[in-house]
Structures are given as structure tokens and as C-alpha cells.
């Protein structure tokens, strides 16, 4: 279900946030995989992480939060949040919008195994679509035909879609391994065709054509891969102005952010 809750500061500790000068005409978007935000002592990393990166709308993957948690996934600077919740060891998918955001929101789709949100709001004068999605860690190209099943409904709206694809999309340059080579995904190739039926880019790559950068590092198969993406429509592409794969703290994966003037 949705949540948009009041945020409780948990004892002895405090959230840090700055009031910095904000441009109304840029969002600024993050998408993360946390790895788990049980605790009040990991929310509040996360929150300063985020206000750190002067995010203004959040894609989170990996909550652990169960179907009716405890916790809440809000604070001062955040505090509209929309889940979808598993349990509390796993999956888990949140979007966090900015206090200083005027939006409203005209369709909310959650998935019940806590693998992806979709919300369709308008912001900025703007009608947008942005589906947060985690991704199975297996082959699983029925995955993906699912998502774009219920993006259909939404193909002449605009999409930015974060999240954790648990994939590479161009392995020769998305992944690097000392292991031998793994074979490409199925659901590498699916995400691709969808890709180009709905008209979308990688931001990130778009901006970066030739650049070797990685959101995850996997000490099992000894790999850096870049698993956490932003695809965008490519009618809004020319408005990216920057895209950026930030450090690993906190979780063991990267925050990577996305500005649109």
C-alpha cells in the first residue's frame, strides 16, 4: 500500500539537512539500492546521504519492510513516501518525494512481491510516469514483460524509470570480472526491445558513451557491474543535464542521481 507518514527521529541521534537556495525549474532524481532501512540508525544515513545529494525525488530499492511496517520511510525533508513492501529481510521498493515539491498524484500501481512501484503525477507543469523497479538477481525475462505490460496503459506519458535491473545492459562495458565470462541474460535482450518499442535511453550511458563506471561490486563473482539505471524517454533526453554514479557508502551499492531542467 501507499504511505505518507510523519517521521520520528529516534533517540540521540539527528538528522542533518540544509536549506539550500533549490531551483524550481530542476528535479533532481536519485535512485538507490539501501540494502535495508530497518533501522532508525540506517534511515537517518540515508536521509543525510540523500539531503547530501540534494535529491528532490527518490527511488529506493531494498527497504525490507514488511506489508505493514512498523517504521516509516519519512522525515522532515521527505516526507511524502509511496511503498511497496515484502518483508522485512528482503525486496521492498519506495519512492520519496521532497517537501519542496508541488505534485499531485493521478495513478498509484504497487506490486505485491515488493519488486516495483508506479506513479503518474505531474510536476513542474509536466505529466510524468516513474516506475521504481528491483529487479530479479535471476534470469527472468517474464519480469520485465510485466512491467512494460503495466506501462503500456502510460505509453504517451513520460518515463523515467530508476532502479536496481540487477542486469547489464552492454556487458562488454557495463560489467567488469576477473571470473570468466558470464553469458548475456535473456532479460538483458527483453529490457532492450522494450527499450526500443517505448522510445527510451540510458541516461546514464547516454551521457557517458565511453566511460567505465560501476554501481555494484560482487565479492561471490569477483565482478563491478553497473546494475542501477535510469531509463529516460528520449523526448525529454535533450532536457538531462547531468547524470552521475556517486561513491558506495552505506549500502553496498552506488546512489545514482539524474538532473532535469
Known sequence: PSVSVSFK???????????????????????????GAGSREK????????????ADIV????????????????SPLFPHAYSACYNSKQRGVAI??????????????TDPEGRFIILNLSILNMHLCIPNIYGPNVDDPSFFHNIFTALSDHSDTKL??????????????DRLSTAMSQRNW?????????????GLSDA????????????FFSAVHHSHSRLDNFLVSNSIMMDVTDTQIHPITISDHAPVSLSLA
Open 160 to 173: 523515467i524509470i530508476g532502479g536496481d535491473f540487477n542486469l547489464v545492459l552492454h556487458p562488454n562495458i
Open 59 to 74: 527511488f529506493l530499492q531494498e527497504t525490507h519492510m514488511s506489508k505493514t511496517p512498523i517504521y516509516t520511510l519519512t
Open 96 to 109: 520519496l518525494i521532497n517537501r519542496r515539491i508541488n505534485f499531485s498524484i493521478s495513478n498509484n500501481i
Open 9 to 35: 527521529e529516534a533517540p540521540g541521534l539527528s538528522l542533518q539537512w540544509t536549506n539550500s537556495s533549490f531551483n524550481m525549474s530542476t528535479l533532481r532524481f536519485v535512485t538507490w539500492n539501501v540494502h
Open 186 to 198: 535473456q532479460s538483458a535482450d527483453t529490457l532492450k526491445q522494450y527499450m526500443n518499442d517505448f
Open 43 to 54: 534511515r537517518l544515513k540515508i536521509f543525510n546521504r540523500l539531503s547530501d545529494l540534494q
Open 204 to 215: 546514464w550511458r547516454s551521457h557517458h558513451p565511453t566511460l567505465w563506471d560501476y554501481t
